[in-house]
């Protein structure tokens, strides 16, 4: 299994290209299946989740190419997956390949709408909390499925197709506002999502959608109104820059000190981090290639945050921030208000020498002068960059284990890094 070595203390400075999002491509090629033609995507990552996704597409009978590269493409560039799901062999959805990755129930949704059938397993336990489906359960039964639970998997049909309703979330749900969207997409008649889910990739999902024939009015505000329509056409939709990886680089760079310019990225998908970060001390700024980052000289100043739906302070970056948090001159606080469980990263963090209590969703955490490096390890994905980012600081070495977290969402971390002068490095076995 292959580990991340870092030896901390030098600081970044340089270029990152920001590749796009993770969890804007998943619904993305979810939503191929909604159609017969071929849906195109262009600036997909190169990750394991995405991997995953087109093996899991594979088994429904969805047909993929990667296009191959174009003039003046590399590696480095994101590739274009043109997804075909003209023929639906199976409209069931096994347990071994959605454990593998959460977002993979979200099949259920288009399956239902398009065939009048699915069969998807439950996705079980997971590191970050409970994250139930019962949300997902209710916005399709509001269009008119029926819907059985039975040995591990959610059995949902709609003979006669589904039919326009009104769905009230009680809770934000990023993935329940994906789920209502590519139901509704194909529903008869027009529904109302109340308490929608404000994120970009919602936004950038919608996109795609009304891009395909989609009839969808009020994507990013809590309130979204669709009008069904009978089928849905072939379409070309670039995903948006990943906001997370954003964030994450950002980060990096307000701990280790230096000055890097993140490019493809757009500072309104995360204006609530790079406030954190300025008051923090952080110099950020709008550029035309992205956003530029500088940290040179100063301390980092301590900032009590609370992680909340967007706009608010994503939860995908509380760990980061809690790394950033341990060398800060003062005692910060931070609250986790979306998952219960998503504090993992505190035991590892420990082992690098900071300082921090928790006290139910709060951790309160004494910024230290110094971290010195360790062997550590998490169970997440923004855990583990968590750890990355503290080694980033740390004095001496520190092993990353498991890393086929970063993997599932982090394209090149370590190539990418050491662009900027970090010493990092990838040890094979
Ligand atoms: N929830 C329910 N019932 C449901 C669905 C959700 O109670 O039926 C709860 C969850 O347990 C959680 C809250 O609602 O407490 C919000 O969950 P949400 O549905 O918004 O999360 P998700 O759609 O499963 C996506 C991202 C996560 C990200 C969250 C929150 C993808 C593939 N995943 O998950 O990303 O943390 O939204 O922003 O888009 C990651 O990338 O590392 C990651 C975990």
Redo the contacts with the bound molecule.
């Keep these: 299994m292959d580990r991340i070595r870092i030896r901390g203390g030098a600081p970044l400075n340089g270029t990152i290209p920001i590749s796009g999002a993770?969890?804007a491509a998943?619904?993305l090629m979810i939503a191929s299946l909604l159609t017969e033609d071929t849906l195109e995507l262009v600036n997909v990552p190169r990750l394991a989740d995405i991997s995953s996704l087109l093996r899991i597409l594979s088994n429904h009978g969805v047909d993929h190419t990667i296009a191959g590269k174009r003039p003046g493409q590399t590696t480095e560039t994101g590739q274009t997956i043109r997804l075909s799901a003209k023929t639906i062999i199976d409209t069931t959805a096994p347990y071994e390949l959605v454990s593998t990755m959460?977002?993979s129930f979200w099949v259920v949704a288009p399956l239902l709408a398009r065939l009048g059938e699915a069969k998807v397993s439950m996705p079980g336990g997971c590191a970050?909390?409970?994250?139930?489906?019962?949300?997902?359960?209710m916005a399709l039964e509001r269009l008119g499925a029926q819907i059985e639970i039975d040995a591990g998997y959610v059995l949902a049909k709609a003979p006669r197709g589904l039919k326009g309703g009104e769905i009230a979330f009680p809770?934000?749900?990023?993935?329940?506002t994906?789920v209502a969207l590519m139901a509704a997409a194909l529903a008869d008649g027009t529904t109302v999502i109340e308490n929608a889910?404000r994120?970009p990739?919602v936004v950038d999902l919608a996109a795609c959608l009304s891009k395909m024939g989609a009839r969808i009015e009020g994507a990013g505000s809590a309130r979204i109104v669709v009008d069904g329509v009978s089928r849905l056409h072939g379409a070309t939709h670039e995903v948006l820059p990943d906001r997370?990886e954003t964030g994450t680089y950002a980060m990096a760079v307000a701990m280790t000190g230096g000055e890097v310019t993140l490019e493809n990225t757009r500072p309104e998908l995360l204006e609530s981090a790079l406030d954190v970060l300025r008051q923090a001390g952080v110099e950020v700024s709008a550029v035309n290639e992205g956003i530029r980052i500088r940290r040179n000289g100063g301390g980092i100043a301590p900032v009590d945050v609370t992680t909340d739906?967007f706009p608010g302070f994503?939860?995908?970056l509380q760990a980061q921030f809690m790394a950033l948090m341990t060398r800060a001159a003062g005692t910060s606080r931070i609250r986790e208000t979306?998952?219960?469980n998503r504090f993992m990263h505190v035991q590892e963090l420990a082992r690098l020498g900071a300082r921090i209590q928790l006290d139910g969703e709060t951790a309160t955490i004494e910024g230290v002068d110094r971290l010195k490096g360790a062997p550590v390890m998490a169970t997440?994905?923004?855990a583990s960059v968590s750890l990355v980012i503290a080694a980033l600081a740390a004095e001496g070495e520190t092993m990353v284990n498991r890393v086929y977290h970063l993997d599932r969402?982090f394209e090149r971390l370590e190539d990418k890094l050491a662009r900027c002068g970090a010493a990092i490095e990838r040890v094979s076995g």
């Design positions: 993770k969890n998943l619904p959460r977002a970050i909390g409970t994250r139930p489906v019962d949300l997902l359960i809770k934000v749900t990023v993935g329940g994906h889910a994120e990739e997370i739906p994503p939860t995908d979306i998952f219960e997440d994905l923004r969402g």
